[in-house]
């Protein structure tokens, strides 16, 4: 199960990802109005979110597969 959460967690960083990436070029141009930041700052927010969470399942994985001492 958490494998599964672990993949969709990825696929959802690689989807902002690609959306951060395409407004960051705009956003160097100022050619982002201020929804289209907000939307961004949302991304990013979200991107930063995820990365936390999926730290602690990964490092959750790693601990249960460790032999008992």
């Known amino acids: 199960m958490a494998i599964d959460l672990i993949t969709s967690y990825e696929a959802q960083i690689d989807r902002l990802n690609q959306s951060i990436q395409?407004?960051?070029?705009l956003f160097d141009e100022n050619r982002l109005n201020d929804?289209?930041?907000?939307?961004?700052?949302?991304d990013v927010g979200q991107r930063w979110l995820i990365n936390k969470i999926l730290q602690q399942l990964r490092q959750?994985?790693?601990q249960r597969h460790q032999p008992a001492q």
């Open 22 to 25: 395409g407004r960051e070029q």
């Open 35 to 42: 929804q289209q930041i907000k939307e961004l700052v949302d």
């Open 60 to 62: 959750e994985q790693v």
